[in-house]
């Protein structure tokens, strides 16, 4: 009576094909960490015996400091991110921006960008926010930082690319690219594409949203240079060069942004840079202890926000 339809087949080649993924990626991610031992080795044997006789400080000053001001800066980033993702309909008070940044900050450092994307998506998910504008909105953050951190760079960090004859131009060249993905007509040919309505995008609002990051990375080689001084005693004459080498590092950073791993970039970069200005095992210390220091600060501020969180929702 009735014509058999027979189903389309199902393609059985998917799990290979992400089980191939998923291999390369973790073979890109030990490779990365693999050559970031091998230089930071290389830089540490090079003074070995100035690191084994360099008489250690550890000053609890700057250590307060620094907290203090990953504090800040930590602010300031969420009240642009906050700023970014309220101007896209929903408006969410400064709090929840807050927790959620901190608990989806610490998922960034997992090597691979998916795990940063998706607890932020899932996150604001949670409290009606659709994946597209969550994900968008994260876009127009990534290019305001790596646009602010190219200009930050221009201003501090010209004789460092002078030095390693790296061309200004290069970041001119993203500064045009950045500038013309966050123009307010490019921007809401965007949004029409992904069927988002928002409130008018303006070049005030760029603009305000570009000086705030730009002030965020002066803060940021600020915050470096309190946890340089925690373990050795760096002069304030320096203090340009590390807010330059914080901007520039963190600018390649940027640009590594989507990449399988960045593992180890942050570390290689300012061991680098600050060994103009420190011996060479020294830096690669400095710059290990930069980055467990700071993913400890993180954690602190992430369970903060739990607890100011909780103990708000938690009737009287």
């Given at each position: 009576m009735f014509n058999r339809v027979t189903p389309p087949p199902i393609n059985t080649n998917l799990e290979p094909v992400a089980s191939k993924r998923s291999w390369w990626r973790l073979a890109f991610s030990i490779l990365t960490f693999l050559i970031v031992v091998l230089i930071l080795g290389f830089l540490i044997y090079q003074q070995k015996e100035q690191l084994l006789s360099f008489n250690w400080q550890f000053d609890w000053l700057f250590l307060l400091f620094s907290?203090?001001?990953?504090?800040?800066d930590l602010t300031l980033v969420v009240i642009v991110w906050g700023w970014i993702l309220n101007s896209l309909g929903k408006q969410i008070n400064f709090r929840?921006?807050?927790?959620?940044?901190?608990?989806?900050?610490?998922?960034?450092r997992i090597p691979g960008t998916i795990w940063y994307i998706a607890s932020r998506v899932s996150l604001y998910n949670a409290v009606g926010i659709e994946l597209r504008k969550t994900s968008f909105a994260s876009g127009?953050?990534?290019?305001?930082?790596?646009?602010?951190?190219?200009?930050?760079?221009?201003?501090?960090?010209?004789?460092?690319?002078?030095?390693?004859?790296?061309?200004?131009?290069?970041?001119?060249?993203?500064?045009?690219?950045?500038?013309?993905?966050?123009?307010?007509?490019?921007?809401?040919?965007?949004l029409r594409r992904l069927n988002l309505e928002?409130?008018?995008?303006?070049?005030r609002l760029i603009f305000q949203w570009l000086?705030?990051?730009?002030?965020?990375?002066?803060?940021?080689?600020?915050?470096?240079?309190?946890i340089v001084n925690i373990?050795?005693?760096?002069?304030?004459?320096?203090?340009?060069?590390?807010?330059?080498?914080?901007?520039?590092?963190?600018?390649?950073?940027?640009?590594?942004f989507f990449s399988p791993s960045n593992l180890g970039v942050t570390e290689v970069g300012l061991s680098i840079l600050l060994s103009a200005i420190l011996p060479s095992s020294i830096a690669v210390v400095i710059a290990i202890f930069a980055r467990i220091l700071l993913i400890?600060?993180?954690?602190?501020?992430?369970?903060?926000?739990?607890?100011?969180?909780?103990?708000?929702?938690?009737p009287a």
């Amino acid at each position: 009576m009735f014509n058999r339809v027979t189903p389309p087949p199902i393609n059985t080649n998917l799990e290979p094909v992400a089980s191939k993924r998923s291999w390369w990626r973790l073979a890109f991610s030990i490779l990365t960490f693999l050559i970031v031992v091998l230089i930071l080795g290389f830089l540490i044997y090079q003074q070995k015996e100035q690191l084994l006789s360099f008489n250690w400080q550890f000053d609890w000053l700057f250590l307060l400091f620094s907290f203090l001001i990953f504090g800040l800066d930590l602010t300031l980033v969420v009240i642009v991110w906050g700023w970014i993702l309220n101007s896209l309909g929903k408006q969410i008070n400064f709090r929840t921006h807050f927790h959620y940044y901190c608990i989806s900050n610490i998922a960034k450092r997992i090597p691979g960008t998916i795990w940063y994307i998706a607890s932020r998506v899932s996150l604001y998910n949670a409290v009606g926010i659709e994946l597209r504008k969550t994900s968008f909105a994260s876009g127009v953050e990534v290019i305001i930082s790596t646009i602010a951190s190219a200009i930050v760079s221009l201003i501090f960090a010209v004789q460092i690319l002078t030095d390693y004859s790296i061309s200004p131009l290069f970041l001119g060249g993203v500064l045009l690219l950045g500038a013309i993905l966050i123009h307010p007509r490019v921007i809401s040919i965007m949004l029409r594409r992904l069927n988002l309505e928002i409130t008018q995008i303006h070049y005030r609002l760029i603009f305000q949203w570009l000086f705030a990051y730009i002030l965020i990375w002066i803060i940021g080689g600020i915050l470096l240079y309190m946890i340089v001084n925690i373990l050795y005693d760096l002069p304030i004459s320096h203090l340009g060069y590390v807010i330059g080498s914080w901007s520039l590092v963190g600018f390649l950073s940027s640009l590594l942004f989507f990449s399988p791993s960045n593992l180890g970039v942050t570390e290689v970069g300012l061991s680098i840079l600050l060994s103009a200005i420190l011996p060479s095992s020294i830096a690669v210390v400095i710059a290990i202890f930069a980055r467990i220091l700071l993913i400890f600060y993180e954690m602190v501020w992430a369970g903060l926000s739990y607890t100011l969180r909780t103990g708000r929702s938690t009737p009287a």
